[in-house]
Every structure is written in C-alpha cells, then in structure tokens.
C-alpha cells in the first residue's frame, strides 16, 4: 500500500495522536491505533517523560516507523507556550533533536512552530531537505481564536519559510470563531501554494474537525485511543461522519 500524503486526493487524512509518557505505554498505543486504520500518526514526543535522551528518542521513534508500514508519522514536540507538555529542553535542544529526528529515522513528517526563530527554520529546512522529511509549520492558540487577517498572515508566513504544510489550530470560544476558521481555510485553499491543516479546539471547534476538510483543510484529527486536544472525536465516528459528508458533497 503506497503512503498517504498530506495535500493529496479530495479528503482529509485522518491523524490519530501518541501520547504515552512511557516506550511501553507509546508502543501499545501504537497497537491499538493501528488496528483502526488512521491516514497518519502523530508522536507528540513532548509526553515523553524521557525526552531529553536523545538516543532513546531515536530508538522509539524507528520503532514507531517500523511497526506503522506505510503510515506516515508525524514528529511532534508541543511547546508549552502553544499547548504542550512541559520539558526540560531549550529551544535549541529541541531544535537539534528535531534534526536528529529528520536523519536518523525515516519519520516522514516534522512539526516546528512558526514561533520559532527564521534562522532556526533555515536550520532545519537545510537538514530536513537532505533527508526528504517535510515540515508542517504550526500556529496554536489555546485561549481564543485570532483575528482572520492574524491567521491568514500565519500561513503565508508558513509559506515563505518554505514549509511543506501550513497548520493552525485555535480555541473557538463562539460559533463565529468557527465561522473564520473556515473562512480563512477556503481563502487559503484558493490561494496557498502548500497543503493547509486547520481546525478550532474546544466544544465548537469540533465542527471544524467533521467539515473542515470541504474547504480545504488536508488533515483532521481524531481520538485513537487518547486525546491530544480538546474537541478531537474518535475515529470510528469520525471516519463515519467524513464518509456521509464525502457522499453528500459529490452528488451530482
């Protein structure tokens, strides 16, 4: 079975999360959410309670590619300030591991913040490139959803930095803010030069997850076995949902 890529084909690839604290609690996960089929996998290695090994990291992360096939794998270390776990790495350290990542594991996907510095993406679009890893450049916003002119500035700042995928990800505190996402979503569908990953967290922002991906959204995602953000649905319901919304759309 030939890989899924983000950006191809006419619906949203469904990513399910890994978020044990333990190599043994990562890898049954692992287990668990491949018997459900998920497009992509995402490691959100900021749960990792040993992080800071690097070889340890390294070896998870291979094992993790191995078991999955040809699923493809998202390398993820959240920061705190943008939702993630708290760790014990600068942001250089994170910088490097990410780069390690890239070399020595055939992970097919990197997730680095647009919060970062620009050298530091040069940095890693350069180590990236020798190693044919993407990068999805992220923007997330727990506390509220910005205005859309913020996040149309967002991805065409992904753009410009010469990722391989824009994503950003907000908390809808209204049934406007989910509104904008979307908006901003279809302007940059017709627009961007790079796959977009967009949704709204929370209660509301849960319709971004089940419909984001008819305006032009190219990955949702969804519950395997825990969460990773608030408003995620499980995949057996997700799949469904997507499938009915897939068939109304393409009636003719």
Known sequence: ME??????????????????????DILRELENVLQKQPDLIEWRADFFAEIANTDQVLSIAQKIKGRAGDTPIIFTIRSVREGGQPISL?????LNLIKAVCRNTGIEYVDYELSYPEESFKELRHISAESNTKIIASYHNFNFTPKMEILI??????QNLKADVAK??????SLQDVLNVLDVTLEAKNTLRIPLISMAMGEYGSITRMIGGVFGSAVTFAVGESSSAPGQIPIDELKSVLSIIQKSVNQK
């Open 3 to 24: 890989s899924k890529k983000i950006g191809e084909g006419n619906q949203p690839l469904i990513c399910t999360p890994l978020v044990g604290k333990e190599q043994e």
């Open 90 to 94: 600068t942001d250089r350290e994170v």
């Open 153 to 158: 500035n967002k991805i065409k700042d992904a």
């Open 168 to 173: 950003i990800a907000v908390m809808a505190e």
